[in-house]
């Protein structure tokens, strides 16, 4: 048990490491572009070349990639905020600390600043959608999967293939249309800024919502298809046949072995939040990371996109990580590699 | 040098005005222009034509409370170098300018007291308000404006008001070296080492190496607020000012927050604090949370909107006629653009009225190709546009492409109406031969090859004189100058027109300066837009600006 | 969008069933496949069904945006016919959906049939490179390459091949593990048939049926996916005819003139619901 948690966790950070070189090269593949991204709209050549040797970006990939890593693990320092560089970047923690991720060039703040003030937005209304979506889904999924074939099921299935099928900006638009312009019982925009005449719980409602919709409606569909599969599966029937009452059957046995499956998804809703986010927060101008993605990317702002799809990574194989383990500790038959 | 009084050209142009040669707009641009005050310019327009000045509504205005305004909450620690209008909305509210030009576009004294010209308009006497302190409690005097206009003028500090005065203050210096490209590297230096002098506290004069009429409005250009001198040109919370509010707050992209200081030595201010609230780029947004009255008042507003919130009953609409724009300009160091042939051709295919009416329907009126506004006084009408497709193909086929052009033009995402604009221009172009691509970049991309990009639509802000604009960005060789447009008729024509004090004299040069930018030019230019907001009913004292700008001190707010 | 968990190995009854018969024996499967195909048409012969060609602006409508004798189903804000951009939106979906599922199917079959039929060390190399990439969610994918190139179609392409090949290839990987020791591939092999000729006509026959329930969910995301990056303004260039892009452009009318904005959302979520009703349809009759 023990060895098999270290090697998952060794494979987890070799994972790791792997994604963040392709980050690295994907974003930092063309070095000039490095140096004129990081002077903006109005530097001349002359400035972006000396930048370029400041930086030492002829340098080879990985050992660029080496340096990067060492910024980020406080082994190296970061070059950028350096004063003969004249860059006004400044970081009040200095040049070298573990988990340096350099400068937003877009707000001119140490990228770590940044990422405080924003994601512990993300993270509540990412919180407040999951504790939505596992109840929903697994009450509706359940019902639905138990009544395979009879009308509820058939509705609930209609209506989550339906709102599965709908973009989640089809969704914000609408539901903004009807509650905030039509109704006005809900905020148009979620800045969640001191002062605003909203609270800030109304404030979190349609993004929220938005959320929820788009992922429980799938995880309804997994949960009713696990739980209609595990009904037919013999032990099922042996269990009925030696005249167990059908709700313990459902409770004791379908259950246990039907939700085995649905648990990874769950798990793997947490990484599709990540890029749901993206979308909400842009349309209900929500303060977090997602937002601030996209932001950054319009901007070309690579040291944040760095670091959020680095936090991203983290969270995608952290997941698959824990995913792994929940699950041999669910199903004792399961024996991975 | 005696004193400077009356400007000598004064009675003159009262003389014009009163025998109906000068209209009234020009009269009163000019004549504040040249050291009237407003007051008086009004009084006199009043006795002849019997109207009063601008009808202020003399509405109590409560004091104490919040605003909450929507904008883009820019990086804001360098005033000098700001690039967009949205910029001083938040620091010129603590640090402010010499001069204001106000939505009536008439140009009046701020922290200075009054100005006044020389006959030939090459010395400006600017005689400071006395009686203002900064927040620190010091004099504010001639040695902080010096030091300002010195700063504003040197090539380190980057300020795009070196390009504006440039004609009248600078000298370049070849230094002798080159860059890696090999481009001569240009500095620039005052033309004169008196050019910016002390009288005395209170009094500072230029003195200028060309005439110049606009240097009263040139003093109102965004970056040109006055810094305290002992912060090194750093804007930030707790910046000192002579402003009404200082800033407490600032999260760039997300929110500024101001306060007000006590003892503001103008108007005001009523409200004890102001939000700006930045809710992305995402127009959307903006209009939902003025829908939610989560802000009480946006920046600005785009057309698409209108019928929206319209229909919103606790919100006003205010809008003004301005010279804004985006000119379609072609960069003439690109193949086909090198042709003057070739960029004719490229108006010739549009009709600007349609251009304008499906890019912002009634919101703008049709422009024509010169950068030059109905509205701004030196405007000279020509004869009327006529689109022709057929000889736009000939002329294409004259300077070697009789196949017609493929081009890519590079337009802004945001906000929309770019895209409808130059999906018009396409269309139209179609007709001639031209094959344009629309390459969508988002803003932030547009701004990395505005200078270069071979065809690209450029958002151009309203100026209240139109020889501003064309300073900025056709004069050759100045850095705003996004077309690498080059025309020595045209620079004379300019120089010669900023110099002119006479509005009908002035006009005549337009008329020839006009005429060359629809011939020659590198622009294709459709429209000018009305700009217009909303702001919640219970703000008092708000009125659109061409430039967007808001002088926070006059406003206010009644309490719900 | 949302990742996959829901196609295991499970059914193999699909076997060598001719497509269109599995696809008509559930009724759930014949009506996706219906709209499917339906809008296929409409993208193949787009320039004999629109009446308008979908950028030419018509000056005259722009004032009045709503359907009319000349435009069916009304104008954009433009003026731009927007039957016509809806039938000629359906061609850029039918380009871009099948070209990124397209290369990120052969890209995930190829790796999963190799690492399955072979094992060992490959084996281990493409699980690892997998788990890599699906650490890497697509929008977030594409994001970063918006980030070093700027957007284009071929980053959408890209984006999705990167994001979607490592499910595909555990799938593939998963269906050839379970078929490796059947009968007509032990048979094939002791004829001494190339391992080339297994995989792809003994194996993958067998294996199609989980692959082509995955690969219409896969189409359905990927939609919703060029949708969404058109709403946010990262999608294709226009005037290309996008449905997220009009769904964007006609947003802020929605109060007055909702038809701009209203008919490409349904255009895209038709499309999305045919891809999802015939995965699930297919995945009943596997059952």
Redesign the interface.
């Known amino acids: 048990m023990i060895s098999f948690i270290l090697r998952r966790l060794a494979?987890f950070l070799?994972?790791?490491l792997?994604?963040s070189f392709?980050?690295f090269a994907?974003?930092e593949?063309?070095p000039g572009?490095v140096a004129?991204k990081i002077l903006g709209?109005?530097a001349?050549?002359?400035q972006v070349?000396l930048l370029y040797d400041k930086l030492d970006l002829g340098a080879p990939l990985l050992e660029r990639y080496g340096q990067w890593l060492g910024t980020l693990l406080g082994l190296s320092e970061n070059r950028l905020g350096d004063p003969a560089i004249g860059l006004?970047l400044d970081d009040p923690r200095g040049v070298r600390y573990f988990g340096n991720l350099g400068y937003s060039l877009?707000?001119?703040?140490p990228v770590v600043d940044v990422l405080a003030?924003r994601i512990g937005h993300t993270v509540a209304l990412a919180g407040w959608a999951i504790g939505f979506i596992v109840p929903i889904s697994l009450v509706l999924g359940v019902m639905s999967g138990i009544n395979a074939g009879r009308p509820l099921d058939r509705g609930i299935s209609g209506v989550t293939?339906?709102l599965?099928?709908?973009?989640?900006?089809?969704t914000a638009?609408v539901l903004?249309?009807l509650f905030?312009?039509?109704l006005?019982w809900?905020?148009?925009?979620s800045?969640l800024?001191?002062?605003?005449?909203?609270s800030g719980a109304s404030q979190m409602v349609l993004p929220v919502s938005v959320l929820v919709i788009a992922?429980a409606s799938?995880v309804t569909?997994?949960v009713r298809?696990s739980v209609a599969?595990t009904l037919k599966r013999p032990f099922v029937r042996t269990a009925r046949l030696k005249g167990l009452a059908p709700q313990r059957v459902i409770l004791q046995h379908v259950l246990r072995n039907a939700l085995i499956?649905?648990l990874?998804?769950i798990l793997?809703?947490v990484?599709?939040i990540?890029?749901g986010v993206?979308?909400v927060e842009?349309?209900?101008?929500y303060?977090g990371i997602g937002?601030l993605?996209?932001?950054?990317?319009?901007?070309?702002?690579?040291y944040v996109?760095q670091a959020?799809?680095l936090l991203?990574?983290a969270v995608?194989?952290g997941t698959?990580f824990v995913g792994d383990v929940a699950y041999m500790l669910l199903d004792p038959k399961i024996r991975l590699r | 040098m005696p004193r400077l009084k009356q400007h000598p050209y004064i009675p003159t142009l009262i003389q014009q005005f009163a025998d109906k040669q000068v209209g009234r707009r020009d009269f009163l641009r000019t004549a504040t222009l040249l050291g009237m005050s407003a007051a008086s310019a009004y009084g006199l327009v009043g006795r002849f034509d019997g109207l009063a000045g601008p009808v202020r509504a003399q509405e109590a205005k409560p004091k104490g409370g919040t605003l909450r305004l929507s904008t883009t909450v820019y990086d804001v620690k360098s005033p000098a170098t700001a690039s967009t209008t949205a910029h001083p909305l938040i620091y010129a509210q603590v640090v402010e300018h010499l001069t204001r030009t106000g939505a009536d576009n008439v140009t009046r004294p701020h922290l200075l007291q009054s100005w006044s010209a020389s006959a030939d308009l090459k010395t400006w006497d600017l005689k400071i308000r006395p009686g203002i302190k900064w927040h620190s409690g010091r004099p504010f005097g001639a040695d902080d404006v010096i030091w300002n206009l010195t700063r504003l003028l040197s090539d380190d500090a980057g300020s795009s008001m070196l390009g504006l005065m440039k004609g009248y203050m600078l000298n370049e210096v070849d230094t002798g070296q080159v860059d890696e490209s090999g481009e001569k590297i240009i500095r620039h230096e005052l033309w004169d080492t008196n050019a910016i002098e002390k009288v005395d506290d209170l009094t500072v004069r230029l003195k200028l190496k060309a005439p110049q009429l606009a240097v009263p409005e040139h003093l109102f250009h965004y970056p040109a607020v006055m810094l305290d001198p002992a912060e090194g040109g750093v804007f930030g919370p707790g910046a000192n000012g002579t402003g009404a509010y200082t800033m407490t707050e600032i999260e760039v992209s997300r929110r500024a927050v101001l306060e007000a200081v006590p003892d503001y030595w103008g108007e005001g201010p009523y409200l004890d604090r102001i939000e700006f609230i930045d809710v992305g780029g995402n127009e959307q947004a903006i209009v939902n949370a003025l829908a939610s009255k989560q802000v009480d008042g946006a920046f600005q507003i785009l057309p698409d909107f209108f019928p929206v919130l319209q229909r919103a009953e606790h919100l006003a609409y205010y809008e003004v006629t301005t010279a804004d724009t985006s000119v379609t300009r072609m960069n003439v160091t690109h193949k086909p653009f090198d042709d003057p042939r070739v960029r004719l051709a490229f108006r010739l295919a549009i009709d600007p009225a349609k251009a304008s009416a499906v890019t912002h329907g009634p919101f703008s009126t049709p422009a024509e190709h010169h950068h030059v506004s109905p509205i701004h006084p030196e405007y000279a009408k020509l004869a009327p546009w006529r689109r022709d497709p057929a000889r736009a193909k000939a002329l294409l086929a004259e300077a070697g492409y009789p196949d017609g052009v493929d081009v890519e033009l590079t337009i802004q995402q945001n906000p929309p109406h770019h895209l409808r604009h130059a999906t018009a221009l396409a269309a139209m172009w179609k007709e001639a031969g031209i094959r344009a691509a629309i390459k969508v970049v988002p803003n932030a991309q547009y701004w990395n090859v505005w200078l270069t990009a071979p065809l690209g639509a450029t958002v151009w802000a309203h100026r209240p004189l139109g020889v501003i604009n064309l300073a900025l960005a056709y004069r050759t060789g100045v850095p705003w100058n996004e077309s690498s447009y080059t025309n020595p008729t045209f620079d004379r024509l300019l120089d010669e027109a900023e110099s002119m004090p006479d509005p009908n004299v002035r006009r005549e040069k337009m008329a020839e300066i006009e005429q060359l930018m629809q011939d020659d030019g590198p622009i294709v230019q459709t429209y000018w837009t009305k700009l217009f907001t909303f702001y919640d009913k219970r703000v008092v004292g708000f009125g659109m600006h061409p430039t967007y700008s808001v002088f926070c001190h006059e406003l206010a707010i009644r309490q719900a | 969008m949302a990742e996959l968990g829901l196609s295991g190995p499970q059914g193999l009854a699909l076997g060598r069933l001719p497509l269109l018969g599995a696809v008509l024996r559930s009724r759930a499967a014949t009506l996706g496949f219906a709209i499917v195909a339906a809008w296929a048409v409409v993208a193949a012969l787009a320039p004999w069904l629109a009446p308008y060609d979908p950028t030419i602006i018509d000056f005259a409508a722009a004032a009045d945006p709503t359907p009319s004798a000349q435009h069916l189903l009304g104008t954009d804000s433009v003026g731009r016919d927007l039957l016509s951009r809806i039938i000629w939106g359906a061609r850029t979906t039918y380009a871009v959906v099948p070209l990124s599922i397209g290369s990120a199917f052969l890209l995930g079959i190829s790796a999963g049939m190799l690492a399955g039929y072979y094992g060992g060390w490959l084996d281990h190399l493409v699980s690892r490179l997998g788990d890599v990439m699906l650490a890497f969610p697509a929008l977030v994918l594409y994001i970063i390459l918006i980030t070093a190139v700027g957007p284009s179609m071929l980053n959408i392409v890209i984006a999705v091949t990167l994001a979607y090949a490592p499910g595909v290839s555990r799938l593939a990987r998963s269906q050839v593990l379970a078929l490796r020791h059947q009968d007509y591939v032990k048979a094939a092999e002791a004829r001494g048939e190339p391992p080339l000729y297994i995989m792809v006509m003994e194996i993958l026959p067998n294996a199609r049926g989980p692959l082509i329930v995955d690969l219409c969910l896969r189409a359905g995301y990927t939609v919703i996916l060029i949708g969404t990056l058109g709403f946010l303004g990262l999608g294709l260039p226009p005037p290309t005819p996008d449905w997220g892009g009009m769904v964007v452009e006609g947003a802020p009318l929605l109060p007055v003139y909702w038809h701009m904005a209203v008919l490409p959302c349904l255009a895209i979520t038709s499309v999305v619901i045919g891809c999802n009703l015939m995965a699930d349809g297919l995945r009943e009759t596997q059952a």
């Open positions: 494979q070799v994972t790791l792997v994604a392709l980050l994907v974003t593949f063309s572009n004129s709209p109005y001349v050549q002359s070349d006004g877009m707000l001119k703040e003030q293939v339906a599965t099928s709908l973009p989640e900006f089809v638009v903004l249309l905030s312009a039509v006005g809900l905020p148009g925009t800045t800024t001191q002062g605003d005449r909203w992922s799938y569909r997994i298809a599969d499956a649905p990874t998804v793997l809703q990484n599709w990540l890029t993206v979308v842009a349309i209900f101008a303060p937002s993605l996209l932001k950054a990317a319009l901007f070309g702002d690579i996109v959020l799809t991203a990574l995608a194989v698959q």
